[in-house]
């Protein structure tokens, strides 16, 4: 069974950064893909960042490129999120998410069984 824990948000202003993690147990599959998504009071979930297992492929959304980078540490079995220049708009609640089937496009919510709890992220202006 799948586990997944974010931690890390916080509450900065505009220009700061944060580092959220995606910590993960019970994953066994020989190829998957992690996403961190948000989602922010009253909007639907978007994809924000990907990275797939074992190629380490990542893909972004364009609101955060160049700004947000993902990572995995395999020995620590995390996801890092580094997140710089935070804007207001980045305010939302941050969730990850594996899928191991990868049929659908990285940014579908509906791609994915796996879900954390979530971790809240504030950008002040």
């Not at 609101?63 to 710089?84: C, N, P």
């Amino acid at each position: 069974q799948v586990q997944l824990v974010e931690s890390g948000g916080g509450s900065v202003q505009a220009g700061g950064s944060l580092r959220l993690s995606c910590a993960a147990s019970g994953v066994t599959y020989r190829s998957y893909r992690t996403t961190w998504f948000r989602q922010a009071p009253g909007k639907e979930r978007e994809g924000v960042a990907v990275i797939y297992y074992p190629s380490r492929l990542t893909f972004d959304a364009e609101s955060v490129r160049g700004r947000f980078t993902i990572s995995q540490d395999d020995a620590k079995s995390t996801v890092y999120l580094q997140m710089s220049n935070l804007k207001p708009d980045d305010t939302g609640m941050y969730y990850c998410a594996v899928d191991s089937t990868i049929r659908d496009m990285w940014y579908h919510p509906s791609a994915y069984a796996n879900w954390g709890q979530g971790t809240q992220v504030t950008v002040s202006s």
